[in-house]
Each structure stands twice: as structure tokens, then as C-alpha cells.
């Protein structure tokens, strides 16, 4: 399959997963839930390492190592607050402002990685602004 395919399904189940993270937290403690969603997802990471038989393979050293385990930082980060602000708020709000981090990351990707930049990129990242203006309103 290709990136496209896999973007699509991440796209689809993650919407899934707002939904049932914002049911699940209603009578839950956030950092209970935090907990529990992501042993699950380190689990499944581990099943699906084994599956492929990749998990026994080379693991990465230096930078690799460090700018992933950056990653891991800013990732709880991401998801405790994308939890916390879930719990207290409306999904139509917070969803949407969350997934603004996409727009970021593309922005980031054409200042920090060198990816290319285009009249479509720019439009998408104005129009995605503006569509998270509108949907929170």
C-alpha cells in the first residue's frame, strides 16, 4: 500500500478515536485514560515489531536516537494536553484546533526539511486556518 492509503486510514481512525476518547473521559480520570490508551498503543507497536520481524533489528544511535527520543517527549506533551483540553471541552472544538498541528507540520517540513513549498501548500495551510477559525466559532 502506498503513503497515501495509510494516511487515509490514520485520518479515518484517529477521527474514530476522538470520539471515543471524548465518551471515554467522561467519567474517567485523564491520566488513567492516558495511561491505559497508550500501553494499549505501545503493545500494538511491539505486536506489530514481532509480526514483521523487525523488532529485534538494529535500533537507532546517536542523532537518530536523540531526535527520536525528542520526539517521544513532545509527543506526551501533545497527547496529555490533547486529553486534558478532551475532557474539559466540546470535541468540535478541541478536534479541530488539535488537528491545526498538521498545518505545522507542514509549515515546519518546508522551513526545517527543505520540502518543497507551492501555491497549493500555501493555500491549503491558509484554508486549513480558516477552516478552524470557522469550525470553532
Known amino acids: 500500500?502506498?503513503?497515501?492509503?495509510?494516511?487515509?486510514?490514520?485520518?479515518?481512525?484517529?477521527g474514530i478515536t476522538a470520539v471515543l476518547l471524548k465518551i471515554g473521559l467522561k467519567n474517567s480520570n485523564t491520566e488513567i485514560a492516558l495511561i491505559?490508551?497508550?500501553?494499549?498503543?505501545?503493545?500494538?507497536?511491539?505486536c506489530i515489531a514481532l509480526f514483521k520481524?523487525?523488532?529485534?533489528?538494529?535500533?537507532?544511535?546517536g542523532w537518530p536516537l536523540v531526535f527520536l527520543s525528542l520526539a517521544?517527549?513532545?509527543?506526551v506533551i501533545s497527547i496529555a494536553s490533547y486529553y486534558?483540553?478532551?475532557?474539559k471541552g466540546p470535541l468540535s472544538i478541541v478536534v479541530p484546533i488539535f488537528s491545526m498541528s498538521f498545518?505545522?507540520?507542514?509549515?515546519?517540513?518546508i522551513i526545517l526539511l527543505g520540502e518543497e513549498i507551492n501555491m497549493f501548500k500555501i493555500l491549503g495551510i491558509f484554508l486549513a486556518g480558516a477552516a478552524i477559525l470557522m469550525l470553532t466559532r
Not at 486534558?84 to 475532557?87: I, R
Not at 498545518?103 to 517540513?109: K, P
Open 1 to 14: 500500500m502506498n503513503y497515501l492509503i495509510w494516511a487515509l486510514i490514520a485520518m479515518i481512525f484517529y
Open 36 to 46: 491505559l490508551t497508550n500501553v494499549i498503543l505501545v503493545l500494538g507497536g511491539i
Open 53 to 61: 520481524g523487525s523488532l529485534f533489528t538494529k535500533w537507532p544511535l
Open 72 to 75: 517521544g517527549v513532545t509527543l
Open 84 to 87: 486534558t483540553a478532551l475532557s
Open 103 to 109: 498545518a505545522i507540520a507542514s509549515v515546519l517540513g
